[in-house]
């Protein structure tokens, strides 16, 4: 699939997945702690090579388990939900872990809001309107090739064009369109050619989205 198509097909799903409507009806969780700094786009690199090259599901999987930003959204749900006496989750019952708690989460984000279109694998998931810095995150990846696509919506009033530049740097490629501007930044190496694009607000200089694709290299 062409990576501008398949880029679309991802942000417009971000918006309208049915899954999402689910997501906004939960009572928000308490603050997680977590603010739009506290998110790196290249420590998400690694985990989209590995997705990459993995089945569908279990790729998704992996970004969505190594991403901070859906840890910290599902940890602040797990510590609001997880008391002694609660079947589900009872932090007093042997064996017990935070961190699996999480994880096994995440896994049932992936199987209730796991989609098929287009010959790619999507998940996309919406935060409950609780101030978190961000509103929703989408995953998805070629059935076909080895690539891989991570997009996180941001929260109002929670991240600028400055705060991208005084971050990464000065992109390396800029795009203006009708409605928004783009920053785009890349990073190359030998097994891959992974890029970042910062969707931003002209009038008020907010972010609105973050597209992340990585596609791996053939090997020689």
Sequence with gaps: ???????????????????????????????????????D????VPYLYRAA???GERGLETMLENSNVVRAYVGAEVRAECRRGNDRCDPGRPGFSFAEEVTKRIEGIVREG????????????????????????SVAKSDKRADAYFVLVCAPHTYTGEDVRSKYGAPYDTDVFDRYGV???????????SRAMFEINPANDEVMKIAIS????KRR
């Design 183 to 193: 920053f785009k930044y890349k990073m190359d190496s030998a097994d891959y050619t």
């Design 1 to 39: 699939m062409n990576p501008r198509v398949f880029f679309a097909a991802i942000l417009l799903l971000t918006a309208v997945s049915p899954f999402s409507g689910a997501a906004r009806d939960k009572a928000a969780p308490p603050d997680a702690g977590f603010s739009s700094d506290d998110f």
């Design 214 to 217: 990585l596609k791996a290299k």
């Design 41 to 44: 786009w290249r420590e998400m």
């Design 53 to 55: 090259t993995q089945p």
């Design 114 to 137: 796991l989609l098929h279109d287009h010959k790619a694998s999507f998940v996309n998931y919406s935060f409950a309107d609780s101030g978190f810095a961000f509103s929703a995150v």
